[in-house]
């Protein structure tokens, strides 16, 4: 028996040596094991033996339509049949399924009738073997039988040779059948491209939907290498003619891949390097199409991979087999964090809170979060609200063959000067929650249902064509409900019977101060209601009064803090902090350093508290000429009748000279005004000319004083 097995199996790979196309048809019984549950073993046990007769007798009886032709059983009901077509055989491998098995089903169902009163059938999976070049016999054989154990085992695809002829074509002819398409990464401090993601098009596919359709079906025929060989190569030859400078090229890699001797062996890294770039342009993202089972391993992969430079991400981080692991086990560089968890993020608590942690923790980790599928302005908001470092989604750019520009709409969000101009007046998204949302057809059932499910949950946004039109609050429906007839009167209509048509909405960039104030000035009913965040009428989130007066209480300690104890303005600390800020932002501004010629003569003179007076009238006249800029000026108290402005540079000597004219108004009323003047130093900061550095600027700026207070009298000087 197993001798002959043995000469069947040489033959099989003799005849694939010489040039024979092998079908390879592995059969099982349709849920086999509620057959046996049924009818019992010994009945199974005569099943399998009348099938076992009949493949036999097909054989035979087709023997003339075959070069060669053999089964064998894999135990239980798992069946693999040869076939090695020849001249006579009429079908091709698509009508294997038609004119072999389904006959065969038929008559094998005829034989068994006695036994059960139930059809019994087939499920087949059929794989083509042919030469290769390089790969040995039982290779190939073992190899057809796999993939068709896995075609048997998964669900029927009636498109299968049509989809694995498109993959034959596409590894024989990449360069017709795929392209890279390439999505950018931006950073949300700067608001520039951080790198592009390239991913696999086959833009004239037939057979699959999407190019994710593509990688499990590739897998399951044994062909995962050469294809992502190909995607790779393809991405690094376009690569040069999408990048600018330093920007990085993301690498899509399946885990399984990164011990493909083609990969391993330096190919890819000659291929970077016949472009023009190296593997620190690199980063390898790795995907979780498939669970990473020995981490040991591939840790050590990934070490090697480092030493030459690339760096790592680990993508669908929160959706993928062991994600959390993942991170713990492979210390990547980057967290890319999967759109599931994204998407709606804005106005989903749940989402909120894991983006947040995940953000958290990439800090203490020294890791760097990407947000993946940014669709929405409110998406892209809440995640630079939570601190991510960059962000990709269709909202940016959507993928491309060509370098596009960045939706004009997302740089509006990102522009510096906004955000710098929004966190110094401390708008009121810097504390938003987020604010679930329900439309106005939804029943006062569901809510309530809500409410009960989420019992922190205190708010909730009532829309109408993604425009907010009410609110409820949790206690003014359980009010409602508690009334005598509430549930009988309310639960079956819809939630804008009882909604809050007129809740207080503030634009996302209004400042605390602001909100505050409006917040308080409601009346004893509304007080403590929640406040609704907006953009022109769309709903961001929510913010509490108690969230709010805690970070107002907070923000006036911090002011307090930092603040000149005689004139209320800003002291060195928050001066140094404004300066650094302009300095990282990069564009040109205009600097004052005020100074009062021989102040310590006018203070001995006529006594510090006189002296005291003309420190505070000179602090009053720079705010009043502050307010003609056309940005807003910022005004420091250095300590004593020291003073800095930073201002637009275009507007740095109209100010000087209204600084000049008002203190002059001013002094006529005070006792020795013949002795008071004032001096401005006035200088503008461009990195361009030269790489500035708050020292530096302190440094020139002093140097400058000293020149003009030489001058004497109400002068200034500009450098």
Known sequence: MFKSVDIRQQKLYRLLREE?????????????????????????????????REINHSIRQQRNLYLF???????????????????????????????????????????????????ILLRSGLAQCVNEIGRSADYLLYAAVKEAFLINKSEPDPNFFARREEITHLIEEPATYLK????????????????????????????????????????????????????RRQAITSYPSIAQSDERLFLNINPIVLIDPEFASGHTRKLLTEQGLSPTDVVLEITERSAIEDFSTFRDALEHYRN??????????????????????????????????????????????????FVTFSKRIGCRIIAEGVETAEEMRTVIQLGVDYIQGYFIAKPSFERKSINPAAKGILDHKRRLKSI???????????????????????????????????????????????????DRLFAALGTRYGNSLYLERTISILMDTNPLIVEDTTP??????????????QLYDGIIVANQRRPIGMVSVANLIKTMSEKQIQIARGANPLTGLPGNLLIDQKIRQHLEQNAPFGLIYVD????????????????????????????????????????????????????????????????????????????????????????????????????LVSERAAQIKKEVKVLGGNTFLLR
């Not at 210390?331 to 983006?355: C, E, T, Y």
Request: hydrophobic content about 40%.
């Open 20 to 52: 024979k196309t092998i079908w390879v048809l592995y059969l099982d019984i349709v849920k086999f094991s509620e057959v046996e549950f049924r009818y019992g073993y010994k009945i199974c046990r005569q099943i399998l033996d009348e099938i076992e």
């Open 69 to 119: 032709s053999h089964f064998e059983s894999r135990g239980g009901d798992d069946f693999v049949v040869y076939l090695v077509p020849g001249k006579n055989t009429y079908w091709n491998i698509t009508e294997v399924i038609e004119q072999w098995v389904l006959p065969m089903e038929e008559r094998f169902n005829h034989r068994i009738k006695k036994l059960v009163n139930e059809k």
């Open 180 to 231: 890279a398409a390439f999505q950018p990464i931006i950073e949300t401090q700067s608001g520039e491209v951080f790198g592009f993601e390239a991913l696999a098009r086959i833009p004239g596919s037939t057979c699959f939907n999407n190019i994710a359709d593509l990688f499990p079906f590739a897998e399951k025929i044994g062909q995962l290498y050469p294809i992502e060989t190909l995607c």
């Open 308 to 357: 030459q430079g690339y760096l790592i991400a680990l993508d669908d981080v929160g959706a993928g087999y062991s994600s959390l692991q993942s991170v713990a086990e492979l210390h990547p560089d980057f967290l890319k964090v999967d759109r599931s968890l994204i998407q709606g993020v804005n106005a989903d608590p749940i989402k909120w809170a894991l983006l947040e942690t």
């Open 424 to 474: 110094e007046k401390s708008p009121i998204l810097s504390i938003v929650e987020p604010l679930p949302l329900f439309n106005t057809h939804t029943l006062v059932n569901a809510v309530e249902t809500y409410f009960r499910d989420h019992p922190n949950q205190w708010l909730v946004g009532i829309t109408e064509d993604s425009r907010l039109v009410g609110v409820m609050q949790r």
């Open 512 to 525: 605390l101060e602001v909100v505050s104030s409006i917040a308080m000035q409601r009346s004893d009913a």
């Open 596 to 695: 009062l010629n021989k102040f310590k003569y006018y203070n001995d003179s006529y006594g510090f508290q006189q002296g005291d007076v003309v420190i505070k009238m000179l602090s009053e006249v720079l705010q009043n000429a502050s307010y003609s800029t056309t940005e807003e000026t910022f005004i420091g108290h250095v300590g004593g009748d020291d003073f800095i402005l930073i201002s637009p540079p275009s507007d740095l000597e109209k100010l000087a000279v209204k600084i000049l004219s008002q203190f002059e108004q001013i002094c006529e009323h005070l006792p020795g005004a013949e002795n008071l003047s004032v001096a401005l130093a006035c200088l503008i900061i461009n990195n361009t000319d030269q790489i500035w550095t708050p020292l």
